[in-house]
């Protein structure tokens, strides 16, 4: 499966970007091929090694489970040199298998039933949330792990914020009432799902959870903050997806309110950048934009991105992960490009972001990256800028028969493995480093696993 594997030849870089050019420009030698894990969980280069920080069905300190289907992810520091990781578990109520329950929900005291959000009428709870870690990367033990959100519905990506919290976002649009789930299994929702729950990564029990409804309901998927403003960019896995920004009355205060907005193209509505039948955007080309209103963004229809669109906003093809990149936000679109095997864009906020002088200096919009058939990255997905300046990025292809793997991409747009799933078909997800840079955490999504890796990482 590595063998077949080769430099993509033609996904082009921006390297003339230059909040993707950094000072470490020379090769990455330090980086050798990957080794088979005797272990068959996670192959890495020769000189590193892994071990298991969260696994689904170990036990909680709780009296839960680690629930499956880990994802998105952030880590934090801690007291004496721990790491906190805080974990999204992309689950449905109908997967009751792999949930934090473990068949015992009926037998939970109410004090704990009260703080999930959707019980649904104490038949099909929401299995979805976060857990939080607490790893000691001296021992490279996990210490401790709890359910910190619990009752939510597929919580797909998401993203850390400046002052310390984790935004876990719903990649669901249920509704209330009696339905039956994509699986064909029979739910009972108490709430309407689709929305952005924030976590502090100081919690140290089950939080009580609050909607951030202004921030929009749709299908999320990830979000950045833009740590000058407080903004936050939030995309949306659809294949005509928008991208947004969720301006706050105030910075660093969620819950109060703000407006939610959606990217446009300056002199071009409803800008198209999937690029399948022919070129709707070119690599490298640096392109302004503005910012449309959206109304009545916690309505009862999955029509919000629609009624964008119809207002101007430009579209995406599955917009995925996206990261901080020092002036800069990356992100991706998994099915983006003429082969439908991924883009990476990038945005640059105004230096006067989300303020009325926006439009004298605009934000830009670049397409930077796009994948083929020949492509070593594939279908990419969550991402991370490494401490040394090159994107990290998580596949989550279709094709079972090269297993999904870890892909550093240079800013001259030249690529190298990182990692590679020995473990299942799944897609890799939440690829994070510590905070200082010594770890590199990510999950193998199904069943369900955490892996830290450690090495001679640069920088």
């Not at 082009?12 to 950094?22: E, F, G």
């Not at 064909?184 to 502090?200: I, K, L, M, N």
């Not at 299908?219 to 920004?245: C, M, N, Q």
Request: proline share 6%.
């Amino acid at each position: 499966m590595i063998n077949r594997r080769r430099f993509l030849q033609s996904l082009t870089a921006a390297a003339a970007v230059p909040a993707l050019t950094y000072s470490c420009q020379t090769t990455r030698s330090w980086l050798a091929p990957l080794q088979a894990d005797p272990k068959r969980i996670i192959d890495v280069p020769e000189g590193f090694s892994y071990n298991v920080v969260s696994r689904v069905g170990d036990a909680m300190a709780d009296g839960l489970v680690v629930p499956g289907a880990h994802d998105g992810m952030a880590a934090f520091d801690s007291d004496n040199g721990r790491i906190i990781l805080l974990t999204n578990h992309e689950l449905s109520a109908a997967d009751n298998l792999a949930g934090p329950y473990a068949g015992t929900y009926s037998g939970l005291p109410e004090s704990k039933k009260s703080r999930f959000y959707d019980r649904g009428e104490e038949l099909t709870p929401g299995l979805g949330g976060t857990t939080t870690t607490i790893y000691n990367p001296a021992t490279r033990m996990t210490e401790r792990q709890f359910l910190s959100l619990g009752g939510t519905d597929t919580n797909c990506s998401g993203g850390k914020t400046p002052w310390g919290s984790w935004l876990s976002c719903e990649e669901s649009f249920a509704e209330q009432g009696p339905g039956v789930s994509t699986s064909g299994a029979a739910v009972s929702r108490e709430q309407r799902h689709g929305y952005v729950f924030e976590v502090p990564a100081a919690a140290t029990e089950l939080i009580k959870p609050v909607p951030l409804k202004a921030m929009g309901r749709f299908e999320h998927e990830a979000a950045a903050v833009h740590e000058p403003s407080g903004i936050v960019y939030l995309t949306e896995d659809k294949w005509d997806s928008l991208f947004y920004r969720f301006i706050p009355n105030t910075p660093g205060r969620l819950q109060e309110g703000g407006r939610l907005q959606a990217l446009a193209v300056v002199g071009e509505a409803a800008k198209n950048t999937h690029n399948w039948e022919h070129v709707d955007i070119e690599i490298d080309e640096v392109i302004s934009t503005h910012w449309i209103d959206l109304e009545d963004i916690d309505g009862d229809l999955n029509d919000l991105r629609l009624r964008g669109a119809a207002n101007g906003a430009a579209k995406f093809a599955r917009g995925e992960g996206i990261t901080v990149a020092d002036d800069r936000f990356a992100f991706t679109c998994t099915i983006g490009g003429s082969s439908r095997l991924g883009q990476i864009f990038t945005y640059q906020p105004s230096p006067f972001e989300g303020t009325d002088r926006e439009q004298d200096a605009p934000g830009k919009l670049t397409l930077i990256a796009e994948a083929s058939q020949n492509a070593l990255l594939k279908n990419c997905d969550n991402l991370t800028m490494a401490p040394w300046g090159d994107l990290i990025v998580c596949e989550d292809t279709e094709d079972n028969t090269d297993r999904c793997a870890l892909v550093g991409v240079r800013p001259d747009g030249s690529q190298y493995l990182v990692a590679n799933n020995a473990y299942s078909a799944s897609e890799l997800a939440g690829v994070c480093f510590s905070p200082d840079g010594k770890t590199l955490f990510v999950n193998i999504q199904y069943p369900g696993m955490t892996v830290a890796i450690t090495g001679p990482w640069p920088g």
